[in-house]
């Protein structure tokens, strides 16, 4: 299956930093190149703080000469005894998925042979089919621990930009004011302990003075915090920026990114997310904490040889961590398991399915048991609605789904073109300059307006806000025009003049927003989308919905109204209009939408809005998808030139496998490896000549009549263990592909035998085979090559990066912005 690509020139993956007279940069280099972009500058790989993907078995000092007899007298025979090394794989490349999955078939079918021999034998089978349920259960309890971590810290770092608690620096605002003998209920925001900081430098916080010094300190505190993010993950960790969904898509699909779930990124991207979240910049934390997720999950995989030597065993943990990551996000763990098997996960087996449920449901208890908002609730911005929709606001909520579609259209264009500019001009280089300087203009246009100077979180929070008696937000300030009421529910009133002035400023808030998220997603901290995105759609949803309350209140008789909103009742709800105007800009831009009405219900809890949810969500794509078939993750890995296959895709045209394939008419013949006729030299020499990341072996070059497939990689490692560890391997020792060597005459090299190394089926395609059923096998099978073959002659090679190029040319797309194979 999907061994790496062996091609002509540019038909297969290039390991340029390979050089005859260097063993150790073969290990190094990458498949495609030293550096590589994510999402934007270049960054140096050099920092892998992966486990090694040889397991420290082989010695990275040692050289690949081409010569020398290795010092050991001891024979090695290569059919019984396995070479350390072989089967793993380099830095950007394509794990194979059935390789894979056949060894741990091996290695199952093994355990439980031997369980029934003894005690100790059984005792470790069911350790074995027990760790992967340890596993989840410290993935769920690690990743919730962060979560509230973060959670706790953005909370205090954000009011810090404010002033700070007397009673203790450690009490944010909320908690501060908690623990007052001295605040009222109508202003239990405000109590003497907490001091603003005009009132600690200049002791008053009234007056023109007093507000300029609150506004500047508003805004450094914000430029120190985005500053030291941008420096950390620019000098420790510059995997940590972005919102690492893209990368994680493109891991879980199975390419490899050593060090993008490293203990550093975590470590990094942990921090720099509590500075990014609380300098106030147009930014969440909910799909940072997914690529947190999985960097837990990736670092508790070493710790189970089971899913350590296992890279598809892997990404199933890293698929379960994923569902862990939204469900601490969103407080959602029903929905976490949604979203990654809807939005992120290649392979989703039944299996891990359930175990994505319990690491979910775990991290959520954990996250609750840490109670980071002291109500309770997983997230800020919970609510509950009581009052029933009426088919007719069905109209609006529609129009709210075509707004999230034409919202999330816009955005996908604007901010990829943004971050196309970001690359290929000077602006990438200067990753700290940009952040500042958007920093900057966001908190000077922030302060002046209370909606944008909270946090998003909060923002959102009291859009979704169903308006009480007790409420002293403006966005409740109603005139109270009725005697009784039903209890439990207020009747539609007429808004006075705190709301008119909320709707001003929040009118000016959604402009803000739309704008400066733009710039914002994609800099070089770590920035999620989906709080921005929901932000958008709420202050639009309430903008809309308090609209429909007065029109129902002025004009109940309306035909419209008349039949089911009579005068004093409770009939619009605002707040219901801003949950569907979230979850229809979030459908909008990420084009979720079984998770995204999941995810939506468990932040509200009822039933009864699931079709207004729905009808938003569908409208949403649809409007989106008649604009751009692509979501923002994938856009962005198409950005960045990941290998990344879409299984939603269908492949329509009516190409052959002979048109896609190379060599094509005119090029350089195939590289082959012949069975039983090539020299240790002759091994050698192509590997030095070429860039290939495998070769075919054919019985002859004249009869052109394939056995199998060995990788570039499996012949370099069994060639210098071999000079190592056998006697008398020389340059002209003949190697053997096939199972049994003709006797060596006296005097004569002894020979080396790699059949073990070779993948004796590989998959083949005729050269008549339609590209529609080829680019199915790629995406069903997770192939990184098959061999084109006419009847049973070799002739040529397709391999991933081919099958993608190919598809961007026929819809009309540059085929070399894929980067990697």
């Known amino acids: 299956m999907s061994r790496q690509p062996v091609a002509p020139e540019g038909g297969a993956m290039d390991h340029r930093g390979f050089h005859q007279g260097s063993f150790n940069s073969f290990q190094s280099s990458s498949s495609d190149e030293d550096l590589m972009d994510i999402p934007g500058t270049a ?109 706790i810290s953005a909370h205090w770092m954000t009011d810090l930009k404010e002033g700070i608690c007397t009673l203790g620096i450690w009490f944010n605002h909320e908690h501060c004011c908690w623990n007052s003998n001295h605040v009222t209920f109508e202003n239990r925001d ?212 075509i707004f999230g579609g034409l919202w999330g259209a816009l955005f996908i264009r604007t901010n990829i073109a943004w971050c196309r500019k970001r690359k290929t001009t000077q602006l990438g280089k200067y990753p700290v300059v940009e952040v500042l300087v958007v ?99 709420a202050i639009a949803g309430r903008l809309l919905g308090v609209g429909m309350e007065q029109l129902a209140y002025y004009h109940h008789d309306w035909a419209i109204f008349n039949s089911w909103c009579s005068q004093g009742a409770d009939c619009i709800t605002p707040g219901l209009y801003a949950m569907v105007g979230a979850a229809a800009c979030l459908g909008g831009v990420t084009r979720m939408t079984v998770s995204l009405v999941v995810i939506m219900f468990e932040l509200t809890g009822g039933l009864e809005y699931i079709v207004p949810l729905m009808a938003a969500a569908m409208t949403s794509k649809w409007v989106a998808d008649a604009l751009g078939r692509e979501g923002i993750y994938d856009a962005h890995i198409r950005l960045n030139g990941y290998p990344f296959l879409e299984a939603k895709e269908e492949f329509a045209h009516k190409t052959l496998a002979m048109d896609v394939m190379k060599p094509r008419r005119n090029d350089p013949l195939l590289t082959v490896l012949t069975q039983d006729s090539m020299t240790v030299e002759d091994v050698e020499t192509i590997i030095s000549e070429t860039t290939y990341s495998g070769f075919p072996v054919v019985v002859s070059r004249e009869s052109q009549r394939l056995v199998g497939f060995v990788l570039r990689r499996d012949l370099i490692i069994s060639i210098e263990n071999a000079r190592k560890k056998q006697d008398g391997v020389v340059s002209t020792s003949v190697i053997y592909f096939t199972e049994h060597s003709p006797p060596v005459p006296p005097y004569t090299p002894p020979t080396l035998k790699l059949r073990n190394i070779l993948d004796l089926s590989p998959f083949t395609v005729t050269d008549l085979t339609p590209m529609e059923i080829v680019v199915d096998i790629f995406r069903k099978l997770g192939l990184r090559q098959c061999l084109v073959t006419h009847n049973g002659r070799l002739l040529g090679i397709i391999t991933k990066k081919d099958v993608l190029k190919h598809i961007a040319q026929m819809a009309n797309q540059d085929p070399d912005s894929i980067l990697f194979n």
């Open 43 to 151: 960054m140096d790989f050099s920092m892998r703080d992966d486990v090694p993907p040889l397991d420290g078995e082989i010695e990275e000092s040692r050289s690949y000469n081409g010569g020398g007899i290795g010092s050991s007298n001891r024979m090695m025979d290569f059919l019984e005894e396995p070479i350390p090394g072989v089967g793993t794989y380099d830095d950007f490349n394509t794990i194979d998925w059935v390789r894979e999955k056949s060894r741990d078939r091996d290695r199952h079918r093994e355990i439980t042979n031997k369980s029934k021999e003894s005690t100790w034998a059984l005792i470790h089978s069911v350790s074995d089919a027990f760790s992967g349920w340890l596993l989840m259960l410290l993935i769920g309890l690690l990743s919730g621990s962060l979560a509230g971590l973060i959670d």
């Open 439 to 537: 920093t900057a203009i966001t908190a000077i246009l922030a302060f002046p307006n209370e909606y944008t100077r909270v946090s998003t979180s909060e923002l959102i929070s009291e859009l979704f806000n169903d308006c009480g008696l007790l409420d002293s937000s403006k966005l409740c300030d109603y005139e109270n025009r009725f005697n009784t009421s039903k209890a439990g529910e207020l009747p539609d009133r007429p808004a006075g003049v705190g709301v008119y002035s909320a709707m001003w400023q929040l009118a000016l808030t959604l402009i803000l927003k739309i704008v400066i998220t733009i710039f914002t997603f994609g800099m070089k901290i770590p920035s999620g989308l989906f709080i921005p995105s929901m932000a958008v759609g």
């Open 190 to 401: 405000k109590c003497p302990e907490w001091n603003s900081w005009s009132q600690l430098i200049i002791s008053t916080n009234e007056g023109a003075f007093a507000y300029i010094v609150n506004y500047f300190m508003y805004v450094l505190w914000a430029l120190l915090f985005a500053f030291l993010a941008v420096s950390l993950v620019k000098v420790f960790a510059p995997y940590a920026c972005g919102s690492g969904i893209p990368e994680i898509k493109t891991i879980l699909s199975g390419f490899i990114i050593r060090g993008y779930l490293g203990k550093w990124t975590l470590m990094i991207k942990t921090i720099t997310l509590v500075l990014a979240v609380s300098s106030g910049l147009s930014l969440g934390k909910e799909g940072p904490l997914v690529h947190v997720a999985c960097c837990c999950g990736n670092i508790l995989c070493h710790c189970f040889n089971k899913y350590r030597k296992n890279e598809a065993k892997r990404r199933e943990v890293l698929s379960a961590a994923a569902a862990a990551g939204v469900s601490v996000a969103f407080g959602a763990p029903i929905g976490g398991v949604l979203f990654s098997l809807e939005e992120v996960s290649y392979y989703f087996p039944l299996k891990t399915l359930w175990r994505s449920f319990f690491a979910a449901l775990v991290a959520a208890f954990t996250l609750r048991s840490i109670n980071p908002f002291g109500n309770s609730r997983l997230v800020l911005f919970y609510v509950e609605f009581h009052t029933p929709w009426h088919l007719f606001e069905l109209v609006p909520f529609i129009l709210l789904g």
